[in-house]
T-cell receptor
Framework: GAGVSQSPSNKVTEKGKDVELRCDPI?????LYWYRQSLGQGLEFLIY????????KSGLPSDRFSAERTGGSVSTLTIQRTQQEDSAVYLC??????????????FGPGTRLTVL | AQKVTQAQTEISVVEKEDVTLDCVYE???????LFWYKQPPSGELVFLIRRNSFDEQNEISGRYSWNFQKSTSSFNFTITASQVVDSAVYFC????????????FGKGTKLTVNP
């Protein structure tokens, strides 16, 4: 079946602009995660969605970052007023649901964001 | 707090050699999960294996094997008879049961297998 898809695959923007990154999880997966991969910080958790529960936003680095998940499926990560340190690969993952076994996160191909 | 340490930043081997990638973890939870992911040059993270903290049986899958030892908080990964296609960055990760079960990753080990 189809895996996790993300768009765009690459995004180049100017400092100060807003960007939106999209994630389409595996069909039937109720849990959705965003991570960031950068040279300096490695792979970091950003935010987690599970069904209609309040998201776990504990990994968001600043209030310029936000995310939403509509209809329990597609998610959008928004970065406002981008800064050069936001340059990274943004990865989305989905899993059946924490609490269900097995619970393994499957990753999309990522969006490479470059802020000039 | 959770932490995963992959002390080997880069490893280079010649094809057909065996290679072991080390992973040491820290957690206060008694129930947790350990993972290995592979990131080839194409960039996508590929799931390899998941282990539960209550199951210390080692596992073998083809040329891959994993050694989980709770006594030393280690979850090492061995590739037998390495091949050029094994060249990638390998990440070890930990998640704690309950809540989001978010993954905490090690910094990764870059494996290069030379022909």
């Amino acid at each position: 079946g189809a895996g996790v898809s993300q768009s765009p695959s690459n995004k180049v923007t100017e400092k100060g602009k807003d960007v939106e990154l999209r994630c389409d999880p595996i069909s039937g997966h109720t849990a959705l995660y965003w991570y960031r991969q950068s040279l300096g910080q490695g792979l970091e958790f950003l935010i987690y969605f599970q069904g209609n529960s309040a998201p776990d936003k504990s990994g968001l680095p600043s209030d310029r970052f936000s995310a939403e998940r509509t209809g329990g499926s597609v998610s959008t990560l928004t970065i406002q007023r981008t800064q050069q340190e936001d340059s990274a690969v943004y990865l989305c993952a989905s899993s059946p649901s924490p609490g269900q076994r097995p619970n393994t996160q499957y990753f999309g191909p990522g969006t490479r964001l470059t802020v000039l | 707090a959770q932490k995963v340490t992959q002390a080997q930043t880069e490893i280079s081997v010649v094809e057909k050699e065996d290679v072991t990638l080390d992973c040491v973890y820290e957690t206060r939870d008694t129930t947790y999960y350990l993972f290995w992911y592979k990131q080839p040059p194409s960039g996508e993270l590929v799931f390899l294996i998941r282990r539960n903290s209550f199951d210390e049986q080692n596992e073998i899958s083809g040329r891959y094997s994993w050694n989980f030892q709770k006594s030393t908080s280690s979850f090492n990964f061995t590739i037998t008879a390495s091949q050029v296609v094994d060249s990638a960055v390998y990440f070890c990760a930990l998640s704690e049961a309950g809540g989001s079960e978010k993954l905490v990753f090690g910094k990764g080990t870059k494996l290069t297998v030379n022909p």
